[in-house]
């Protein structure tokens, strides 16, 4: 069973950075696409950005210029650095993949389980 462990949250002053990690472990898969979504308390949950097997990658408008997401295909591991943080991307993160098994020909779509980023002085 494949699994997505996050990390890299935490708490930062405005204008400073966090890196995210998200790791796929099993073995013999292949990552077909990443989005990252983000949740602050008493909010909708929102589409930050979106990685596709290819290249091809989006960013919402609030994040353009600021967030850059990037892979390490021998780690399976999709990171989303984050820089010039400010109060309002305060929130709760998490990586959505959709992962292929190789061996199972299978492909299905795992959640990580969320790390926390607070921006504030």
């Known amino acids: 069973q494949v699994q997505l462990l996050e990390s890299g949250g935490g708490l930062v002053q405005p204008g400073g950075s966090l890196r995210l990690s998200c790791v796929a472990s099993?073995?013999?898969?292949?990552?077909?696409?990443v989005d990252w979504y983000r949740q602050a308390p008493g909010k909708q949950r929102e589409l930050v950005t979106t990685?596709?097997?290819?290249?091809?990658?989006n960013y919402a408008d609030s994040v353009k210029g600021r967030f850059t997401i990037s892979g390490d295909n021998a780690k399976n591991t999709v990171y989303l650095q984050m820089n010039s943080l400010k109060p309002e991307d305060t929130a709760v993160y998490y990586c959505?993949?959709?992962?292929?098994?190789?061996?199972?020909?299978?492909?299905?779509?795992?959640w990580g389980q969320g790390t926390q980023v607070t921006v504030s002085s």
């Open positions: 990685f596709i097997s290819g290249g091809s990658t």
């Open positions: 959505n993949a959709v992962v292929t098994m190789i061996d199972r020909r299978q492909t299905r779509g795992y």
């Open positions: 099993g073995s013999n898969i292949r990552i077909n696409r």
